[in-house]
Nanobody, 113 residues
């Protein structure tokens, strides 16, 4: 079955940390770039971070230095470690596989002030 399944997220106070994970199945995971997007209420979905098959990373400027994307090409998982969280990080976070334009179901992250 071709799918992305996210886990993690939740409610945290400002300054705290959370970790999101995404398990991929049915795709050639190790050969493809993976990404995380987020969508806050009333806003467009935005790219948060990407990671290439070889581990090269990109971060949107608002999360640089606070978030870390990583991947495990054996377990077919991609993770997003989020530190120093801010209320403006509150959003639904989505795992994305560009090769098939495949999306996960979303994981809610809520940061209280």
């Amino acid at each position: 079955q071709v799918q992305l399944v996210e886990s993690g997220g939740g409610l945290v106070q400002a300054g705290g940390s959370l970790r999101l994970s995404c398990a991929a199945s049915g795709i050639a995971f190790s050969r493809n770039t993976m990404g995380w997007y987020r969508q806050a209420p009333g806003k467009q979905r935005e790219l948060v971070a990407t990671i290439s098959p070889g581990g090269a990373t990109y971060y949107t400027i608002t999360v640089r230095g606070r978030f870390t994307i990583s991947r495990d090409n054996v377990e077919n998982t991609v993770s997003l470690h989020m530190n120093s969280l801010k209320p403006e990080d509150t959003a639904a976070y989505y795992c994305h596989a560009p090769v098939l334009d495949l999306w996960g179901q979303g994981a809610q992250v809520t940061v209280s002030s």
